[in-house]
């Protein structure tokens, strides 16, 4: 990769002789590496309609074959023949692993009118063409997949060979560009491409004379035809579907895989004035095009201008199917502002050491400016092999609960399977976006890679009205890694498909998030349970997590059972229903209560008693944090028409005093807050502490043998606070 040495020496070197005086502009250009003989130079779009004439020679004064290219009457491009005028860069400096930056050599004049001694562009091998050796153990049976096998990282056999031809399916004659190697997989990979110049607006189909051989055709970078789809041709072969070309040039290129025992395709061109059967392709120019590009204005040295775009690598996303295209570009280091634009008109960010990235199939657009002098170098579309990449966005340590307007923190990273350059890793952008029920937006915020995939710390307050929060990593509006989407859940939200998974809690395949609404001012302003009814006939939810489960397996007694005995006689028609809060499978403690909560819900009880907490706490979480997944629960409940009663955990085996004391508080402040009633098991058991047996010790082990006796206590107590805080023959939500 080229870095920030790219314009140094570029300022302090002499300007070039001027050799055609009468030239009011030229462009200049860096000799190109063999074999790319053939060029195709693009026209500042500002100069298109001034000039209709071209000279080249290079600083040798040494005359070249050029020709302009007109489209609609502008002139867009020059066609520079340079065979023989090779160059070969110096190798890399000491101490340093970038080799030498291009440098300009080659001058094309541009004139109003054609000159009177043209020397027009004479290249007839404009097609070029890269063939390497593969050994593939899979095929491809769509376009999609075989661009996405020309970026596989499959076994090399061999350096890849680059030449130039006359036209598509053809390849030099030289025994090295028909070698296969001893391999049942064997298969060579060959990548035709060319310019084709569209004087008007033309309606044409691309197909190729054979569906033997593995194909596609791409026009300006997309799918124009493959072997596998359009319409059959006559004799063999197919065509894809018409496609409208605009006035202009256009990047033609086909792709093959070849079997040793496989011809290769012609490419063929069908139009309404040519032959059903397709015609080749003529009237190609060179597709490639050169590195320096610069733009001079005769004895106006101080508004000479130019730019240094070098193809870097192309990204291929395995999880999105999206492609990043790395360029280096010239910085401004020479009075010049410089800017660089997709296709769609977007700026793109260029980095302090000269890194672009932008959306693979295209080349950039530069904007180059100095004093009053503003030009443009136009882009081009065009298809990019690339470099296959894995790599997934992590999040990790996220709350399952929020308290209402606590910043939710981000602890994100990149993790890859083939690790991208830091440079280029560095150079993607973050990006964070909030959106309610309906999919609108309502924040963003960006965050940036640091090293080795680490993003930098992140935290955002979330929206009232969010519903989603959708992370996302590649550049602005074009993704390189599949999306993180984080579901937001409000006390007023359906649970249904709730999981807990290890230590996340998910909703339809995302991770999940709970966010409590904001505590009421006063227990005034509480939404009490409305009481109102003569003949109850009342059904409760038990959710619990230490009343049958905390007393070791084989205990036989059902909690529900003594709470029903107990009520049912002032209540007949009472009916309690126990839902266990345990560990899902896989799941840690601290998530026990999700899934039984959807399930109570699913119930649709008139109350719920929430004697949860146990399990979370003996986990090592904290009262505080344990506060909030309890006042999700009440207020989940209390959207959902359902009166909850907490409950007050008593100090319980397993689980530190303190914390039990502190989680006794918590619930008790949070019923006070929502006018909700609380069965304060806590302060009983410290009132009978005498008359209970060992098993009720604070913190001790849980014992391994099962107690009926403490399930006894724990269901009866329960039962009798109940009757002092609630009369059930009142309650009808």
């Not at 597709?287 to 730019?307: C, D, I, M, Q, V």
């Not at 930098?456 to 890694?481: E, F, H, I, K, N």
């Not at 082990?701 to 059930?728: C, E, G, M, V, Y």
Request: with cysteine; net charge negative; aromatic share 6%.
């Amino acid at each position: 990769m080229l870095i920030s040495t790219l314009a140094v020496s570029l300022i302090s070197a002499a300007p070039a002789a001027w050799q055609e005086s009468t030239a009011p502009v030229r462009l200049r250009i860096e000799r190109p590496s063999r074999p790319h003989s053939q060029l195709l130079v693009p026209v500042p779009t500002e100069w298109s309609a001034a000039y209709k004439g071209v000279l080249a020679f290079t600083d040798q004064g040494a005359p070249l074959p050029a020709s302009p290219i007109l489209a609609g009457g502008n002139l867009v491009a020059v066609a520079v023949n340079a065979q023989g005028q090779f160059t070969v860069r110096p190798p890399a400096a000491t101490n340093q692993n970038d080799i030498a930056p291009p440098k300009p050599e080659i001058s094309i004049y541009l004139f109003p009118t054609p000159p009177a001694q043209p020397r027009p562009y004479d290249g007839k091998t404009v097609v070029t063409v890269d063939r390497q050796n593969r050994t593939l153990t899979t095929r491809a049976f769509t376009a999609t997949e075989m661009l996405r096998l020309f970026s596989s990282s499959g076994r090399r056999r061999g350096r890849q060979l680059t030449g130039l031809v006359e036209s598509f399916g053809q390849l030099p004659e030289r025994d090295n560009w028909k070698h296969f190697p001893e391999s049942h997989n064997a298969a060579a990979m060959l990548h035709w491409e060319a310019s084709w110049l569209a004087t008007a607006s033309t309606e044409v189909a691309f197909g190729a004379d054979q569906t033997h051989t593995a194909w596609t055709i791409l026009v300006d970078g997309r799918v124009a035809a493959s072997w596998q789809d359009g319409e059959p041709r006559a004799g063999g072969g197919a065509f894809g579907p018409k496609l409208l070309l605009e006035p202009g040039l256009h990047t033609i290129q086909m792709l093959v895989v070849q079997k040793p025992d496989e011809s290769l395709p012609n490419c063929l061109i069908r139009t309404a004035t040519g032959k059903p059967a397709g015609d080749a392709l003529s009237g190609l120019l060179p597709a490639f095009r050169p590195e320096w590009l610069g733009a001079e204005s005769n004895g106006k040295a101080e508004s000479n201008l130019h730019t240094i775009i070098t193809p870097d690598t192309t990204y291929r996303f395995r999880a999105t199917d999206n492609a990043i295209s790395a360029f280096t570009v010239a910085l401004d280091a020479d009075g010049a502002t410089r800017s660089y634009r997709d296709l769609s008109g977007r700026e793109l960010t260029v980095t302090a050491d000269g890194l672009l990235l932008c959306p693979a199939g295209q080349t950039p657009t530069a904007v180059i400016s100095k004093g009053t002098t503003r030009l443009t170098f136009p882009g081009r579309r065009h298809w990019q092999a690339g470099t296959l990449v894995n790599g997934r966005i992590r999040l990790d340590d996220l709350p399952t609960v929020l308290p209402h307007a606590e910043p939710l923190s981000f602890n994100l990273r990149l993790e890859w399977q083939e690790m991208l350059p830091e440079a280029v890793m560095q150079a993607l952008q973050v990006t964070v976006v909030q959106t309610d029920g309906k999919g609108a937006g309502l924040a963003t915020s960006t965050a940036a890679v640091t090293n080795n995939g680490a993003i930098s710390g992140l935290s955002m307050p979330l929206d009232d009205a969010c519903r989603q929060v959708t992370v996302t990593c590649g550049l602005p509006d074009y993704l390189a890694l599949a999306p993180l989407t984080l579901t937001v859940l409000r006390p007023g939200d359906s649970l249904a498909g709730l999981n807990a998974i290890g230590v996340n809690v998910f909703l339809h395949g995302n991770r999940a998030i709970f966010v409590c609404n904001p505590l009421p001012q006063s227990p005034l302003a509480s939404d009490k349970p409305a009481i109102s009814s003569a003949n109850p006939s009342l059904r409760i939810a038990l959710l619990d997590d230490f009343m049958a489960t905390a007393t070791a397996p084989g205990a036989e007694l059902l909690p529900e059972t003594v709470m029903e005995t107990a009520l049912q006689q002032e209540t007949p028609a009472l009916q309690i229903t126990r839902v266990l809060a345990v560990n899902p499978p896989g799941a840690t403690s601290r998530l026990a209560p999700w899934e039984a909560l959807a399930a109570a819900h699913d119930l649709r009880p008139e109350m719920m008693i929430l004697a949860i907490g146990a399990l979370p706490l003996a986990d090592g979480m904290d009262p505080r944090e344990w506060s909030s997944h309890l006042l999700f629960a009440a207020q989940s409940s209390l959207a959902a028409d359902i009166v909850p009663v907490l409950v007050a955990l008593p100090a319980l085996p397993a689980i530190d005093p303190a914390s039990s004391r502190l989680a006794a508080l918590y619930t008790k402040e949070i019923g006070l807050a929502l006018g909700l009633p609380v069965l304060d098991l806590h302060s009983r058991r410290l009132a009978d502490a005498d008359s209970l047996t060992s098993w009720f010790q604070p913190g001790a082990p849980a014992p391994a043998t099962p107690n009926d006796q403490a399930r006894h206590w724990l269901a009866a107590t329960a039962a009798k606070a109940f009757q002092q805080s609630i009369r059930p023959d009142q309650v009808n939500p």
